[in-house]
């Protein structure tokens, strides 16, 4: 205890650098980058760390205060540009709502992000046209998407297999997109499909070719009428929000149905016939989890 106190050794700063980065991982940004204060190693360490978040919705309003912390976010990111550190994860939480300056910056990060081979990228930025480079990547393993505009890549049958975990929250597609998206990513083992702006557009979702698919979530389109599911490997289905309110609403599932673990969240006008005929479609289930709503 004495080599701990004043004067002690600082034992954890001798630990090597991707140690420090896993600490530092289980910090909130603004503390990450106080650590450089500490002393010369953390400034390295801190100036070296591979993850990166960018949260204009903690700032205020006044748009000198917005300027100076996306002033200080781009240099930050200039410098790790040069370094030879490769990048694990970037988020991005914004709006360009009446800061059209802001894209070409938005822009240069994620473009620097994948030189970086960056793994993780969460973008949630609404009506933002994402970049189409994203999903060439061969590095990016985990892609989460809240209210961009998607871009034109459904021209080829270009398939991208590196991506395993996506999500999309708020996004607006037509349906056709929607299935092409699916198609293109044959190995993804987590994906998550959370509503959109035109929810009226998707009517069906087909989620089948999808091998090692192990985790899905359907929730929060209000005019789906059916759902397909094919995957083998499909372990645990969350399914719900406005979905359940159709009378007519028709899920359907592969011959092979694995699921062993359904969350089900539902609003009152489900009857208690429905609610059985489709806990009735998962017959190996072992756990089921289920949550009541009310839209009033």
């Not at 034992?11 to 600490?23: G, R």
């Not at 990016?140 to 297999?161: E, Y």
């Not at 044959?186 to 994906?191: A, G, H, Q, S, V």
């Amino acid at each position: 205890m004495d080599e701990l106190g004043i004067g002690g050794l600082d034992q954890i700063s001798e630990l090597p650098d991707h140690l420090l980065h896993h600490i530092l991982s289980f910090m909130p940004t603004k503390d990450v980058v106080q650590t450089k204060l500490l002393s010369r190693t953390w400034r390295r360490v801190c100036s070296s760390y591979p993850n990166f978040e960018f949260n204009l919705h903690n700032y205020s309003q006044r748009l000198e205060q917005r300027g100076r912390y996306t002033k200080s976010f781009d240099n930050t990111m200039q410098r790790f540009h040069r370094d030879e550190t490769g990048m694990q994860k970037l988020t991005i939480f914004a709006s360009i709502q009446g800061a059209p300056e802001l894209v070409p910056v938005v822009d240069r990060w994620i473009e620097i992000s994948l030189e970086k081979q960056v793994q993780e990228l969460d973008i949630r930025i609404y009506k933002y046209d994402l970049p189409p480079a994203i999903f060439a990547s061969k590095s990016l393993h985990t892609l989460c998407l809240m209210g961009i505009t998607m871009p034109p890549i459904f021209t080829t049958n270009t398939r991208f297999f590196s991506l395993r975990k996506l999500s999309i929250c708020g996004v607006s597609l037509k349906e056709q997109i929607l299935q092409d998206l699916i198609f293109k990513f044959p190995f993804i083992e987590n994906l998550a499909l959370l509503g959109g702006i035109n929810p009226i557009l998707v009517k069906k979702i087909r989620v089948s070719g999808l091998c090692n698919l192990k985790e899905l979530t359907i929730f929060g389109w209000r005019v789906l009428e059916e759902v397909d599911i094919d995957a083998p490997s499909l372990k645990f289905f969350h399914y719900g929000g406005y979905i359940l309110q159709q009378n007519n609403i028709k899920i359907k599932m592969g011959a092979t149905n694995n699921v062993e673990t359904l969350s089900i969240t539902y609003d009152t006008t489900m009857t208690e016939q429905q609610f059985y005929d489709l806990i009735s479609k998962f017959p190996l289930l072992k756990c089921l989890h289920v949550c009541m709503w009310n839209d009033v």
